[in-house]
């Protein structure tokens, strides 16, 4: 029943190898985001789109890119991953306005 | 630079007793506020929230209050039960007009003990 999908739940690559985290939602929902969570750190967004209009944060490093070919699939793209990225990275989505539904995460080790 | 902020990094309650998670916000643009519970291996839920036009909002067991002069809120759960036993984040938003941006505190851990 699960409505916000990551996938893979486990992501390992090597460092500067580039590496794609997946969402699909079932939910129809027209918002999308990516948070980035470090161990004991809040959850920091990094991107969101509206629909297709893409809206990157101030601090978001180059690094991270996204797309979103359709309403039910979004990707983080990590160009080139250092240590310092190696985090989960959660996915979420809403309706305008409405508390969002997360999905349960990718956890990304980089060797 | 932290907006939110969860200064107890982990509570402890007894069943039956009324748990009490505080958060603090800086930004004065905040308009919403919500409260998400996490399990380990699981993507937060969403719990509760409130407008900044209110400053009580209650849905069985769980009552979130909101003293903006303060620029504090809390999450009350009456009766605590051994399933709350989570992690719960506190998060702020401003509306952006295209999606409501969620900042984030750091957590609290609960544990209802029997």
Redesign the interface.
Do not use: M
């Given at each position: 029943d699960a409505m916000?999908i990551?996938n893979p739940r486990y992501q390992v690559t090597q460092f500067g190898k580039p590496v794609t985290l997946s969402c699909s939602q079932t939910l129809n929902h027209n918002?999308m985001?990516w948070y980035q969570q470090k161990s004991?750190?809040?959850?920091?967004?990094l991107f969101?789109y509206?629909d297709k209009?893409f809206?990157n944060e101030a601090d978001t490093p180059d690094n991270f890119q996204s797309r979103r070919p359709n309403t039910s699939f979004c990707f983080l793209d990590i160009r080139s991953p250092g240590l310092g990225d190696a985090a989960m990275y959660?996915c979420?989505t809403?309706p305008?306005?409405?508390?969002?539904?997360?999905?349960?995460?990718t956890r990304l080790s980089i060797l | 630079d932290q907006q939110v902020k969860q200064n107890s990094p982990s509570l402890s309650v007894q069943e039956g007793r009324i748990s009490i998670l505080n958060c603090d916000y800086t930004n004065s643009m905040f308009d919403y506020f919500l409260w998400y519970k996490k399990y380990p291996a699981e993507g937060p839920t969403f719990l509760i929230s409130i407008s900044s036009i209110k400053d009580k909002n209650e849905d069985g067991r769980f009552t979130v209050f909101l003293n903006k002069s303060a620029k504090h809120l809390s999450l009350h759960i009456v009766p605590s039960q051994p399933g709350d036993s989570a992690v719960y984040f506190c998060a702020a938003s401003a509306n952006t007009g295209t999606a409501s941006k969620l900042t984030f505190g750091t957590g609290t851990r609960l544990q209802v003990t029997l």
């Open positions: 916000v990551q918002v985001y004991s750190q809040a959850p920091k967004l969101h509206y209009d809206n959660l979420a809403s305008f306005n409405q508390p969002q539904h997360f999905g349960d995460g | -």
